[in-house]
């Protein structure tokens, strides 16, 4: 049969005679499916049930197929991963040897693009590993920047292949490529690398069509309901309104994949001359992409079922079928018109089960972008006079859990439906029209600004509420003796197509008693509510001062639709949406002022504030000229405000929009469109970084003008020269405040520090620090004030970006962390690592290595895996609590050697033990680990099965003569700790020829056929030529290379009237063989 590359780690293998039919292989060239007696598959880990990925590792591999399917398909006679697991074929008495040729196949994605396809043949000699301890192994990772893509066979570089090709043209497949690929590529403006990896998408979505046709629609219909189908494909009539909804459900399928397509025929027949395109035919790999993994979740998903399907009456087939795929299948299998009627017919009930809560779900996941505008406005449809279909499906899904799905791999235990159907639905309507940041390709944008001009709300201004600034906040309003907070926030419903939301404010006065113990209570007066807006649903607002409870990222969006606020306050909570990638939504307009610390990228979502804000749109002359708008007020209420009219910002924007060609004049018109930038955020809300960035540039221009040599003129106009002399003074007014408070609390230390700073820092101080300013937390100030070097750590905390620990206390007044981080931070891709970190695991590093020697610190510079493997250490409580038994350069030697390996990671976490064994280990031997690793755990696992089995036992028996000669591995003795044993004879239960005797000892786990010969009694071994000693023993028949049947007989170490064996070592016994890799039938303990 010849030599192939297994996909599972590269290990070539030859295949002899037994193995009989036709091997399959992937488009990269690896061993996917063959037969042995029986039909073998390749199942990778996203084949296997949830929980069983969870526990287990190391499932990848080749298993029988009916195996498989009885393990996934959950029927009464269904196999345990345990069992299924013992079933992996084992290619180990395979393995091919150096010098054996290989011949590898694969399909070729280069031009021409349009022919489909070409395969390449690749024949080598096997070769010897680089370590010359084995076979090289073939399989080597393909990556795209840090990004795993794919695997391949790792063909040597000299060898030149064959190019064989095969046309499928004209087949269904070839129809499909041809259609959705082929005729366009050629015209693509694209590079010959983006045409190949397109081209590599249409071909694999090409076979995996033909897979489906083959294994799973021929399998979901009977003959009979086939041959309907076919019927229906051949009339000219094209009416299909007879076909049931199965039917109709294939019939569409098979039409759209060209299964339906004659070239020459007749036009008449509707259903033969031609099919639509599946695919837009423009350069997009995510496109195609996409649609590949809908296939192939499609095909996984139903695949498993298939033999059962025809059980059900064809009702229940369907609902099966699509209850079974993901939302990316369904985006592939049914009409974007049929899932909106599906929809539509849910909400005429009341309730519905969980079952039907997670298919609504999917079903609106998996609507494409592409009609987010036609699927927005469906939700908008009142379906009663009353409601919405938004707030009907809103209502409908409770808070049932869902389970992870295999392809939309974002769900999560413990999340809501609900949840998943607002993150559905906000997906969507970021490209929407009703999004005014989204701009579609080929829009003609005003003024070069990135804001869709044919934006619903663009379109119709008048259903656009503009005052859209939500501004959380507790504010001071202390006064007369009294200490009290006053607590802004909102409130939200439905109502109809708008979503109500009310402005709630609330007084909350703090009770001082005095006595031994002072305490301070907290009285909630009755709240005020008034009426905020009543917004469009789908109008954008943003948020400023929300209140979150956990470390937010960058955000991709500043601005979101109020629907998505109505659902995070009805939960009150942020929830971390995630599809596929990580979107972190910071729901603050402070966050989205990262642009001011470099984020340049953040600029494009903030672009629409200059047509919706009053000052944007007074800049922009489209309010009355005599209208006075705010453009600027200080950091707290009793800061001034001070107003410009429309005419002047007018006049200024125009100054700003025109061009200017002299450098001097150029540069001082770009520092004031930076200015106008901050102004028109603050106008877009209440934040304090805006408005005091704002004040800042205009210092800065000022002291810049002040500079200029003589007759050197700046070109700024008055209007705009005397705003920025207004904001220059009332920066004053905001640095001071803070300082005034500082005095009031007799903080002079702080005071002195703080007063010598320049605005800048005195901002970054008091932003950092203004939560400690009140009654309940001034505590945090006074622990501050008492040594300098505080601020100083504060300064430096600041200057080297741990930005969260230089605003946490018990951080600043720690010399050893602030040593520590700011040692770590020096090293770039240490700090990478460190950073992330959530902040206690950082300052749990830091309390455990921050004090290291400089050797060892040089270590972690030169292999800075050692910081992330601590990482992962330091997630399970239990490895990490014997990791700290070591002392800091044994830890870091052990992190270096086991900490990179994922999955010697996860047998230490079954086994944290063996921290303990390595930690008594000499420098040779702990050198021997080295290069044994997997092996070292593996005998350490297998060691604590025998200290639980006691001591080592002498025989049973008296001896007779020669039973005391120890057999050698030339005469046939195999011992192991690790892996199975290799070319055992395979036999049946109590089959005299293929009976094997075993005994544990300290070596391990020995056997030999009992009909080996000694010159005994018996002219044959006894356990006792096993082992002189041992803690249990028996007999054993391999009836495969992974199976095997054992019992507990043997007179000198097992059950037997001299030699009893404890139950308790019988089953350790079992165990042990199980680990070996085994699937064991044990016999009742005292039979044989």
């Known amino acids: 049969m010849g030599v192939v590359i297994l996909k599972t780690n590269g290990m070539p293998v030859e295949l002899d005679s037994s193995f009989t039919g036709v091997n399959k292989f992937d488009v990269n060239g690896f061993l996917v499916e063959f037969t042995r007696q029986d039909v073998y ?61 290989v011949t590898v196949k694969v399909v070729d994605f280069e031009a021409p693009y349009e ?92 076979f995996k069509i033909y897979y ?18 076919e019927a229906e494909a051949n009339s000219r009539a094209g009416d299909v309104t007879t076909l049931t909804d199965l039917e109709l459900f294939v019939f569409n399928l098979k039409k759209s994949w060209g299964y339906f397509y004659a070239p020459n025929s007749d036009p008449s027949y509707i259903h033969r001359h031609s099919f639509d395109k599946v695919l837009s035919g423009n350069p997009d790999y995510a496109e195609y992409r996409r649609y590949y993994l809908c296939l192939v979740d499609f095909y996984v998903s139903v695949y498993p079922k298939r033999d059962l399907l025809l059980l059900y009456v064809q009702k229940y087939r369907l609902e099966i079928i699509l209850k079974l795929i993901s939302a990316n299948g ?95 639905v906000y997906e969507l309507w970021k490209v929407s029209k009703y999004n005014i940041q989204y701009v579609p390709s080929g829009t003609v944008l005003i003024d070069d600004v990135d804001i869709n001009p044919n934006a619903y709300f663009i379109q119709h201004a008048d259903e656009f509420i503009f005052d859209n600034i939500l501004g959380f906040s507790t504010t001071d309003a202390s006064s007369g003796g009294t200490l009290q907070d006053i607590e802004v ?148 209420r009793s800061s001034e405000v001070f107003t410009l009219s429309v005419g002047a910002l007018t006049a200024i924007n125009e100054y700003l929009i025109s061009t200017e060609t002299d450098p001097v004049k150029r540069a001082f018109k770009e520092k004031v469109r930076l200015l106008f930038l901050g102004l028109l955020m603050a106008g877009a809300g209440t934040s304090i970084l805006s408005r005091s960035r704002s004040v800042r540039e205009a210092t800065k221009i000022l002291d810049d003008i002040a500079a200029l040599p003589s ?116 090293e770039s891709e240490l700090q990478e690592i460190i950073k992330g970190f959530n902040y206690n695991k950082r300052k749990n590093f830091l309390n455990d290595l921050g004090e290291i020697t400089s050797l060892e610190f040089n270590k972690l510079i030169n292999n800075p895996n050692i910081v992330a493997a601590w990482g992962k250490f330091y997630d399970d409580s239990l490895l990490m609590s014997y990791l700290n038994k070591l002392s800091k350069s044994d830890k870091l030697e052990f992190l270096e050697v086991f900490g990179a390996d994922e999955f010697l990671v996860f047998k230490l976490k079954k086994h944290p033990t063996y921290i303990d064994y390595w930690s008594a280990l000499s420098q040779t031997e702990r050198n021997l680990v080295k290069l044994h690793k997997l092996e070292s755990i593996v005998a350490v696992e297998l060691d604590s099965f025998l200290i639980k089995s006691g001591a080592l036992r002498n025989p049973g028996r008296k001896l007779n003569v020669n039973e005391d000669i120890l057999l050698t591995i030339l005469e046939g003795l195999q011992t192991l700790r690790f892996s199975k ?108």
């Open 981 to 1088: 044993f290799l070319n055992p004879i395979l036999g049946t239960h109590r089959d005299g020829p293929t009976t094997y005797l075993w005994t544990i000892d300290q070596r391990g786990l020995n056997i030999a056929l009992e009909s080996t010969y000694m010159p005994t009694d018996r002219g044959n071994i006894v356990h006792s030529n096993l082992s002189s000693k041992a803690y249990i023993g028996g007999e054993a028949w391999f009836t495969s290379e992974s199976k095997v049947i054992i019992n507990a007989g043997s007179g000198r170490f097992g059950y037997g009237t001299d030699g009893k064996a404890s139950y308790e070592q019988w089953n350790l016994a079992i165990a042990y063989w199980h680990n070996l890799g085994y699937e064991v039938e044990s016999i009742k303990f005292n039979k044989r």
């Open 711 to 826: 007759g050197v003129a700046h070109g700024l106009s008055d209007n705009i020269i005397l705003l920025l002399n207004r904001l220059k003074g009332n920066r004053v007014v905001s640095t001071e405040l803070f300082a005034n408070r500082l005095n009031q609390l007799n903080l002079d230390n702080l005071l002195n520090r703080y007063t010598s700073f320049s605005d800048d820092l005195k901002l970054a101080f008091w932003n950092d620090f203004k939560a400690l300013d009140n009654v309940k937390d001034v505590g945090g100030l006074i622990e501050l004030n008492k040594k300098v070097q505080y601020v100083d750590n504060w300064l430096d905390l600041r200057s080297i970006g741990a930005l969260q620990e230089a605003k946490t206390i018990d951080f600043l007044i720690d010399q050893k962390l602030v040593a520590g981080i700011k040692r770590y931070y020096q």
């Open 41 to 101: 598959k390749y199942y990778q880990t996203g084949d296997f049930k949830k929980t069983d990925k969870e526990d287990m590792t190391d499932l990848e591999g080749y298993y029988k197929e009916t195996d498989y399917l009885k393990y996934i398909q959950n029927l009464e006679f269904s196999l345990s991963i345990v069992e299924l697991k013992g079933t992996k074929f084992n290619f180990e008495i395979y393995k091919a040897k150096v010098g054996d040729s």
């Open 489 to 636: 926030s909102f409130e939200s419903s439905f109502n109809g197509k708008r979503i109500k939301v009310n402005k709630k404010e609330q007084k909350i006065q703090f009770i001082e008693t005095s006595g031994e113990f002072s305490t301070v209570t907290k009285l909630r007066l009755p709240a005020k509510m008034e009426l905020f807006g009543n917004f469009h649903m789908y109008q954008s607002i943003s948020l400023s001062g929300y209140d979150v409870n956990f470390d937010l990222k960058i955000p991709e969006k500043s601005n979101i639709p109020v629907f998505l606020f109505h659902y995070i306050k009805e939960y009150d909570e942020l929830a971390d949406f995630d599809a596929g990638v990580t979107l972190a939504i910071d729901l603050t307009i402070e966050a989205v002022l990262f642009y001011f610390t470099g984020g340049a990228s953040i600029l494009k979502d903030l672009r629409y504030l200059k047509h919706l804000t009053q000052l944007g749109r007074a800049l922009r002359g489209t309010l009355p000229s005599s209208q006075a708008i705010t453009v600027w007020r200080g950091l707290e």
């Open 212 to 229: 489906i046709e083959q294994e799973i629609i021929k399998k979901i219909l009977t003959p009979q309901e086939l041959s309907v189908i």
């Open 330 to 424: 369904l985006n592939a299998a049914i009409p974007y018109e049929i899932r909106k009627s599906i929809i539509k017919d849910f909400l005429k009930q009341k309730d519905i089960t969980e079952e039907d809560e997670r298919f609504i779900v999917k079903l609106i996941l998996s609507i494409d972008k592409s009609k987010a505008d036609d699927f927005l406005d469906f939700l908008l449809i009142m379906q009663d006079g009353r409601t919405t279909t938004f707030e009907g499906v809103y209502n409908l899904l409770d808070d049932a859990r869902l389970e992870r799905y295999t392809v939309v791999n974002w769900f999560v235990d413990e999340e809501t439906n609900r949840k998943y159907f607002v993150f559905a």
């Open 115 to 206: 022919f489909f396809y070409k395969e390449k043949t690749y024949k080598f000699n096997i070769e010897t590993a680089i370590d010359g301890s084995d076979v090289k192994y073939y399989k080597v990772a393909v990556y795209q920047g840090s990004r795993l893509i794919y695997w391949k066979v790792n063909i040597p570089p000299d060898i030149v292949p064959g190019i064989n090709s095969v046309n499928l043209l004209t087949t269904p497949p070839g129809y499909f490529y041809t259609k959705n690929f082929g005729t366009d590529v050629n015209g693509w403006m694209v590079t010959a690398t983006e045409k190949s990896n397109i081209k590599q998408m249409a071909t694999l979505i090409a």
